[in-house]
């Protein structure tokens, strides 16, 4: 929505008046940042060289990637190669200009004038900027991040920071922004005997008396930690997608980061053991459970730039996948399905199975993981719901349990395997979310079945008179419980609402390049009405996982941080007063404009 996105026109107007009183190198005198090429505040290219003498890396100057196919009828660049790879979620990480859902590239003036540049450049549409940063920092070492911190403070300039661009929110973009783009920040060490910093050694874990530990730099993805830990004989939990191309250590573990493996080993946050960031004083600061104690149990939210997260790691062990696919004949089959599998999953995550789960009336998907079993066990724990499938759909449906000596083994043959057309990448987005407690899922399920599967029908039915906006109004069930359940809802700053939810829930729209601006907001109200759907069951006061949400939050405190909200804000006045790294709907952002830009007067 408009208000959700950078009023230009109002900051420069505004800016240009409190600027030229207060002088404009002076960080946060200014009620707004300061925007690339404002002449009124805007640092000279002298500035810029002067930053760039202190860099170990030239600055860039990120464009759109589908730039390369304008002008249409004379590419720029290499248009077929951004054409095989436009879809890929790895080849657009390594572009500095890009983001994983295009739309985010994007940028919607007030007056509905959108400056894009589409991979589609025979649309008519001239390519634009948009909401790409148009310069930054190639950072390869703290000192380069903390280079750019004070530059950025010393000239009031709003910051981006940026691993894989992969974020929901396009909370790694901005119009006008100088951007630290950590994706280069490579390095992985294994250490067998860490020791987290102010600690002792006789820390013990799993009956060791020494931490076997992954140590990632802030632009490692998780197919590069996947391969780093199976090198080691190791197993370490996080994020799933075509190619494993989201960021091991940057916005993924700052949300809580969920995985197959969550509900057996736990979220993100509670494998993480130690990080490093630089703060907005410049500070290369260690945090964990002994030293910046606070600002280690504040992982939900954005307090400096993370340069390294270490994890805990765990055995391998032989995991069973497990699979069903069914098409549903009638909406009978669809409620008796649906509701049995909401209802049943809280008793496979108590044995610390993970998976995800898609479903709309036509169709249900299931695809999971069953750890540290049997295979005769697994068959055994899955058998009712296989049987009550079957009969319902009459031997039609497909369902599989296939055995792999490791999670590293399913992970490369089945869950990260495609570079992720179908997954959306390469596609505009936006999500509406929330956690599901165990309660309702067990006490309700035929409520909740019913509602979800509703919605396909009936907001779906609306949209298809415009051309079917929507890739898919179906449902995806991320399974929560086990061990995230497991653990003291107040030992990290973590939304409390992840420890009591059996599943996450989220809805998607999307709509195709090119779209005019009414057509893109009736997809974003849509979005919003399946967000009410899902206020509606979970109730007033329900809790979201900040990283696959809504950007149309009315009570983001609540929905992403819950009762801890207070005590981050807090921590967050102490590391990050003056807000150079808050973001959309992220702690603090209550003291600014929608767009991150001005602070409210
Ligand atoms: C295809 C796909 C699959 C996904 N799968 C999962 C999944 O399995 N589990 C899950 O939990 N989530 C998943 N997500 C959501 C994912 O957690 C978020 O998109 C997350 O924001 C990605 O973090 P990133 O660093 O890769 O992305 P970015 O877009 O680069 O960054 C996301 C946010 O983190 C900030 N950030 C990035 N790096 C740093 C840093 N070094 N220091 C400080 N801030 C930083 C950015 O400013 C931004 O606010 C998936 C997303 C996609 C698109
Ligand atoms: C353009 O990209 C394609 C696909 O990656 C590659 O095969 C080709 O060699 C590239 N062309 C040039 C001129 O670099
Ligand atoms: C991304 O960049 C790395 C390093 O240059 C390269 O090895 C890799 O192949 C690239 N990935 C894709 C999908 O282009
Ligand atoms: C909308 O506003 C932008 C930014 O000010 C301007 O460049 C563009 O020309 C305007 N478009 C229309 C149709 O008025
Ligand atoms: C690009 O847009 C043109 C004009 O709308 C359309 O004819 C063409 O099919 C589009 N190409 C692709 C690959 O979608
Ligand atoms: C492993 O960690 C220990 C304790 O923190 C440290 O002394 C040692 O140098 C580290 N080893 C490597 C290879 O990094
Ligand atoms: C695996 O299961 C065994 C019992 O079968 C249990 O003792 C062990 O703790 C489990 N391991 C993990 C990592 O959960
Ligand atoms: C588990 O079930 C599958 C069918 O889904 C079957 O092929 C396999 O033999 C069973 N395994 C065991 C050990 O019972
Ligand atoms: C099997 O399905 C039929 C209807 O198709 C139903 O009457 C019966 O109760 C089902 N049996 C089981 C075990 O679910
Ligand atoms: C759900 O059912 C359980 C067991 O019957 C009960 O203890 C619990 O209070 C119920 N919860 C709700 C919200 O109704
Ligand atoms: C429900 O969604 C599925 C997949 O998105 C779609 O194929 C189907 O047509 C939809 N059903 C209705 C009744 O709109």
Redesign the pocket.
């Known amino acids: 929505m408009v208000s959700k996105l950078v009023n230009f026109l109002a900051r420069v107007l505004t800016l240009g008046s409190i600027s030229s009183v207060l002088g404009t190198n002076d960080a946060f005198r200014s009620k707004c940042r300061c925007l690339y090429a404002d002449p009124s505040c805007w640092p000279s290219d002298a500035e810029f060289n002067s930053l760039t003498s202190k860099l170990s890396q030239p600055l860039i100057y990120p464009i759109p990637p589908e730039s390369a196919c304008y002008p249409a009828s004379n590419p720029s660049g290499?248009c077929?190669?951004v054409t095989?790879?436009a879809f890929d979620g790895n080849w657009r990480s390594n572009q500095s200009g890009s983001m994983q859902a295009p739309n985010y590239e994007t940028f919607i003036f007030p007056n509905g004038s959108i400056s894009a540049c589409f991979l589609n450049a025979t649309l008519g549409v001239p390519c634009q900027q948009g909401n790409v940063p148009p310069v930054g920092v190639d950072a390869r070492t703290p000192e380069d991040i903390q280079a750019a911190v004070a530059f950025a403070t010393k000239w009031n300039l709003k910051v981006v920071v940026k691993s894989t661009g992969h974020d929901y929110l396009g909370r790694s973009a901005g119009r006008g922004s100088f951007l630290i783009w950590t994706h280069n920040m490579k390095t992985i060490s294994y250490n067998a005997s860490f020791v987290p910093e102010g600690g002792s050694s006789d820390v013990t874990y799993n009956g060791k008396s020494f931490l076997l530990a992954l140590t990632l730099g802030a632009g490692v993805q998780w197919h590069e930690a996947y391969d780093a830990a199976e090198a080691n004989g190791r197993v370490v939990v996080g994020g799933i997608a075509p190619g494993g191309s989201v960021g091991a250590a940057g916005g993924w573990i700052q949300g809580g980061g969920h995985s197959i493996l969550s509900p057996h080993f736990g979220l993100g946050v509670d494998n993480a053991i130690q990080f490093t960031i630089v703060t907005s004083a410049g500070f290369h600061l260690t945090a964990n459970a002994y030293t910046h104690a606070d600002l280690f149990w504040a992982w939900g939210g954005t307090y400096g730039v993370l340069t390294s997260v270490t994890y805990k790691t765990h055995p391998k062990e032989p995991v069973i996948f497990i699979a069903v696919q069914t098409a549903f004949s009638s909406p009978a089959i669809a409620q008796s399905i649906v509701s049995n599998f909401i209802s049943f999953h809280p008793s496979l995550t108590d044995l610390g199975w993970g998976g995800y789960a898609f479903f709309s009336s036509s169709s249900f998907t299931f695809a999971g993981l069953a750890p540290n079993t049997s295979w005769a066990d697994a068959n055994a724990t899955i058998k009712p719901f296989f049987d009550l499938v079957a009969n319902a759909t009459s031997g039609t449906a497909i369902e599989t349990t296939i055995p792999f000596d490791s999670f590293y083994s399913l992970y490369t043959a089945v869950l990260g395997a495609g570079t992720g057309q179908s997954d959306g990448i390469g596609e505009n987005v936006e999500l509406a979310s929330r956690l599901f407690p165990r309660d309702l899922v067990e006490n309700d399920s035929e409520r909740v079945a019913e509602t979800l599967l509703s919605v396909n029908n009936t907001v779906l039915y609306q949209l298809s008179l415009k051309n079917s906006l929507f890739l898919s109004a179906s449902p995806n069930l991320v399974i929560a419980g086990g061990a995230v359940s497991q653990v003291d809802p107040d030992s990290t700053g973590l939304n409390p609402a992840w420890r009591k939810a059996a599943a996450h829930i989220v809805f998607g729209g999307s709509w195709p390049q090119g779209s005019t601006v009414s057509d893109i907001r009736l997809v974003q109200n849509t979005v919003k009405g399946y967000l009410s759907v899902l206020e509606d069951l979970v109730g007033p006061g329900g809790g979201a996982y900040f990283n696959e949400a809504s950007l149309y939050e009315q009570h983001f405190e609540q929905t992403f941080f819950g009762d801890h909200y207070s005590k981050l804000q807090s921590i967050k006045n102490a590391y990050d007063p003056t807000g150079l790294f808050v973001v959309v709907e992220g702690v603090g952002s209550e003291k600014w404009d929608n767009s991150v830009t001005c602070l409210h007067v």
């Open positions: 290499n077929t190669e095989l790879n």
